[in-house]
């Protein structure tokens, strides 16, 4: 369906994040610099042996003076690599906490742009080991590798081609021997990775575990399920630690491998350097530089194989993040059109609408739901548990798509509107357990508005019935809620949540079971407030208490995720349906008076 020429584009969003690459790629050429000199420094080595040489042969002459010549020279290098090393470790610490940050930034955004359904399938702390755990592996991962692993690197390559040039004989064995290692070490990577891997999502299980548990401790304490759950706990962690174990003993077998090889090969090139010593083909000197250019690539060799383990882990942990990182929600959080505000009518309509959950497809929860909410009449839905009340909510909330049929504001399919402006001026939201943030009440209600100015808020709270509560307290609008306002009751949380959602004026407002968890005294003046709030706009509410709803301009009866009856209180209770059923059923649930 076309959008109506008095639509209006949303304003396009996205900040961007500083770019590292600048000092990436000055620590690169520090860090290159200073592989370099350590290629260079075997080589004057030599060729200061070669004076000491002389002089022990000649036993005489200016030792001095033409010692100082290669001695002052490895002396400059020495220093040299010494600045340069420190000036790489400076810029690359720098680098890496930058990178941490912008990964840091960009997986929380793209987290924050996902659909609904990727929180229903994926668990909250596996998302939060992602955003510290798994970056700060690949940070020190992106250290190493410039740090250790490229000079590791350039000196193997630079000391290889000194050696080529000090003895070619030496240096074809050495290469004889070379790619056979390079390839079995390839294989046990791969290996490696894969078990590298399967740990990490396990630590990230056992942290899920974690974060669940601590998250809801009261149940847990009111269940006294501690045992339980620390059992549960031990398991992930326990499983977590065996598949780690079984990744460091790959690591310690490749590591030992390496080793034993490495050294092999400096055995034998002292072996064979020995004979062409002796058949004059290389001098003392050329045999130094040899020797210390293949400890260089030896030590650099087993830099790279302690790197190993590191850079694999740090592999799976980018692995994993950016696989978050470059997700693309089906619902993009913003874009799309707006409709003007003097022609915003608030006028709903679900044509034809099924629906199923995409964490189960195969069950359907919505069947051919056909609802209008014509625009300032509050319309109830109420039905059996599971009927799927709630679910009408989240797809006009946008949460989910439908999986056929169109929802539409004011004759504009949902589709074609601007999400943010959908959730953020045109719905408020207020659902039966309302979750606040830990921060000030004044902070709370803004939530609803961010530009709010201190008066709205007030405003918002007078009509919530919030603020005679509120100033009651010592610290008035700057008291703190607690994590998830904890330290409040039911129905202050609830009065401070239909603040925050009034406070953006919303032309359609869903109150979903708004009331029942209430007492009776709080529901009074919640429901007086909400009553309060539902004038002049569009209203959904889902309601378990029917007894709420019978004011309604319209009640909805869904069962089994179809339109089952609708009307008002009195013509439903004459038709004598369903609706007459459950409210005979909840009056003999309802206690005795005594
Ligand atoms: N996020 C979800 N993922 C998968 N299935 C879900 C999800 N939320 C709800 N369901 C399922 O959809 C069906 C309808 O749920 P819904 O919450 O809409 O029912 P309801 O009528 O509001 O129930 P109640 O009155 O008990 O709150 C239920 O069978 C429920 O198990």
Known sequence: MGTPGGLVPAPGSGAACPSPLSPVSS????????ALLNVRIPLLLGELVDVVARQAMRRAGDYLREARRPAMRLLSLYSLQGLLTFGYIVLLSRVGEQVAGSMRTALFSSLL???VAFFDATRTGQLVTRLTADVQEFKSSFKLVVSQGLRSATQIVGC????????????????VVMPSLVGAGALVGSFLRGLSRQAQEQVAKATGVADEVLGNVRTVRAFAMEDRQLEVYCTEVQRSGQLNERLGVGIAVFQGLSNVVLNCIVLGTIFAGGALLAGEELSAG?????????????????????LFGQVVRGLSAGARVF?????????????GARIPSHALRGCICFQGVSFSYPTRPGYQVLRDLSLTLPPGKTVAIVGPSGGGKSTVAALLERFYEPTQGTVTLDGCELGSLDPSWLRGQVIGFISQEPVLFGTTVMENIRFGKPGASDAEVYAAARRANADGFIRSFPEGYDTIVGERGVTLSGGQKQRIAIARALVKDPVVLILDEATSALDAESERVVQEALDRAAAGRTVLVIAHRLSTVQGADLIVVLDGGRVAETGTHAELLRRGGLYAELIRRQAQEQPEPR
């Open 27 to 34: 620590a690169l050429q520090l860090a290159l610099g200073a």
């Open 113 to 115: 742009r996902q659909d």
């Open 160 to 175: 290889f081609a000194s050696l080529y040039l000090l003895s070619p004989k030496l240096t074809g064995l050495l290469l």
């Open 286 to 306: 050329d045999l130094m530089s040899f020797l210390v250019a293949s400890q260089t690539v030896q030590r650099s060799m087993a830099n790279i194989s302690v």
């Open 323 to 335: 696989e978050f990182m470059t997700l693309e929600p089906a619902v993009p959080l913003c874009g």
